[in-house]
């Protein structure tokens, strides 16, 4: 991705992580709630209605499998929830997802605003677990080259994490929960603010 200097990035970082946190505690309730109907497997006839808004044409751009144009778009693939023969795997497999998301999403903010080149220990940590969410869910820190310090609240990512889990998979257990997401989301949103008083200050000068 390109690299910006947008000069409110701060300020922009501030309401992109807000909407991340917001989203990730509406999932949580939601997540909440489907626990306690002893988590049934979703219908997903139910979301037709979410899946038919489109403003795209795909008849207009429907290939066959030779790449050849063709009058009608191919069948969608009929997706279908995983079953889990535990309930821990049910519960990691609903929570992995949106937590890699709003983790990848806000790195690569930080990364196209310039901001990853930050020294701070909480922005480390983020760009360590973005790339253990790329590699599977697994941290890979093998070998003995230079890591800036990547810790937040306790948890720090060294290379003593190597082939370590980011998230638990209902197995084995990862470094962060649900929570510590948030909790680094909301340090990370409070860093940008700071920044961003810093260089309000400085322009005020």
Not at 29 to 47: M, N, T, V
Not at 106 to 125: C, G, K, N, T
Not at 152 to 158: C, E, Q, R, S
């Amino acid at each position: 991705m390109p690299e910006h200097r947008h000069p409110d990035a701060c300020r922009i970082g501030v309401a992109f992580i807000e909407a991340q946190l917001t989203t990730l505690v509406a999932y949580a309730s939601l997540l909440h709630d489907w626990i306690e109907r002893g988590a049934p497997p979703p219908d997903f006839a139910k979301a037709q209605p979410l899946l038919a808004r489109t403003r795209s044409d795909r008849q207009a751009h429907a290939h066959g499998d030779d790449g050849m144009p063709t009058k009608t778009p191919p069948p969608e693939d009929t997706l279908s929830w995983p079953s889990f023969d535990t309930a821990d795997k049910r519960i990691a497999f609903a929570l992995i997802v949106p937590c890699t998301n709003a983790i990848l999403a806000v790195a690569e903010y930080f990364d196209i605003h310039r901001l990853s080149a930050s020294r701070a220990p909480e922005v480390q940590f983020l760009m360590r677990l973005r790339d253990a969410a790329v590699n599977g869910n697994v941290f890979a820190l093998g070998g003995d080259d230079y890591m800036p310090h990547a810790a937040y609240a306790g948890l720090i990512v060294d290379h003593s994490l190597d082939g370590t889990l980011l998230f638990s998979d209902g197995v084995k257990p990862g470094l962060m929960e649900f929570g510590d997401t948030v909790g680094l989301l909301h340090d990370l949103q409070r860093l940008l603010k700071s920044m961003q008083s810093i260089i309000s200050g400085g322009d005020a000068g």
